[in-house]
């Protein structure tokens, strides 16, 4: 089924966690590179305040979406996350306008 949705999460670090936060999402990019899951497009910035974080998921299907949250990459992750933040992430569906 195709249910095309687009997440975006945004929170903020406790600045001595940040390096620790950066490793954890760089393992989850080596899993996807390595197992190159269809239907998942992943996007992770650091904004300039270096302790700020914007991840924008969009997946194709519900499996898809399965495939990328059973990652143990990101299950590490998102095992101890809450210990890092200094703001709690915001997590929102997002509708696309317009990409180019």
């Known amino acids: 089924m195709n249910v095309s949705k687009k997440v975006v999460v ?3 670090l406790k600045a001595d ?3 620790e936060n950066e ?3 760089k393992a989850v990019y080596r899993q996807l590179h390595e197992k190159k899951p269809e239907g998942v497009h992943y996007s992770t910035y650091k904004l300039a305040d270096g302790v700020s974080f ?3 998921l969009f997946y194709e299907t ?3 979406h399965k495939t990328f949250t059973s990652l143990p990459a990101f299950r ?3 095992a101890q996350a809450k210990d ?3 703001e709690l992430p915001l997590v ?4 696309e306008i317009g990409v180019y």
């Open 23 to 25: 490793q954890f999402i």
């Open 76 to 78: 590490d992750f998102q």
């Open 10 to 12: 945004r929170y903020k």
């Open 84 to 86: 890092r933040f200094e």
């Open 17 to 19: 966690r940040v390096r």
């Open 54 to 56: 914007l991840h924008i």
């Open 92 to 95: 929102n569906e997002a509708e």
């Open 62 to 64: 519900e499996a898809a």
